[in-house]
């Protein structure tokens, strides 16, 4: 192929990405604010500075353009490595709610979507079901690594414990989005990762109660 076509085909696809990229980011907005349901393609479409056939043309539909939202919002940067599988547990809890804290559309969208799937007959559910399910099986591997390296103490269920993180950040999150907007967010993730440190530590120290008799 002439290297002029190459060029102009390079091109072509970077106009559909940004394209793409545009119409995304303009829906996360509007979720953000509204929620999916009072949101419509033509919405969409005007917000990103395109029509609404330039929003059918990419996605297809209002679901699949929701499921890219949804992938695009769940996002958040690589948190740091760390050496240890709790260091990299609690490493995650303190990049995902420190997103949260900066309360920016992105998050607020996906906890919108997240609202809204548990509606009855919702379209959502299984596109969180999936998502769900993947980000469960990464806080639960980072719990077996933490077993495998003694990180973690033993008698932690890698499925079970990853359950219970995964609600407590949603949990926190909704929260900070909603009726808890006046709290003072900026050592929330601190404290969640501190407190998920103490309870899985191997070496921490705790009181169990007695059988009974």
Not at 91 to 117: C, D, H, N
């Amino acid at each position: 192929m002439p290297e002029s076509a190459q060029s102009a085909r390079r091109t072509q696809e970077q106009r559909r990405a940004d394209a793409r990229r545009r119409v995304v980011d303009a829906a996360t907005e509007l979720v953000a604010q509204r929620g999916s349901r009072s949101v419509s393609l033509a919405d969409v479409g005007a917000a990103a500075g395109y029509s609404r056939g330039i929003v059918n043309h990419h996605f297809g539909s209002k679901d699949r353009l929701l499921a890219a939202v949804l992938e695009h919002s769940q996002n958040f940067a690589e948190p740091p490595e760390a050496p240890t599988g709790l260091g990299r547990l609690t490493s995650l809890i303190t990049t995902y709610l420190g997103v949260i804290r900066r309360r920016s559309p992105k998050p607020e969208a996906f906890l919108q979507l997240w609202s809204e799937s548990m509606c009855t007959g919702s379209d959502l559910g299984p596109l969180f079901a999936e998502r769900d399910s993947w980000f469960r099986k990464l806080l639960a591997g980072h719990i077996r690594d933490g077993i495998a390296d003694g990180s973690i103490r033993p008698d932690a269920d890698p499925a079970t414990t990853a359950l219970i993180v995964a609600g407590m950040l949603r949990g926190t999150a909704m929260l900070l989005f909603s009726t808890a907007r006046d709290v003072e967010a900026e050592s929330i993730a601190a404290d969640a990762a501190a407190m998920v440190q103490r309870d899985l530590a191997a070496t921490a120290t705790r009181k169990r109660a007695a059988p009974a008799r």
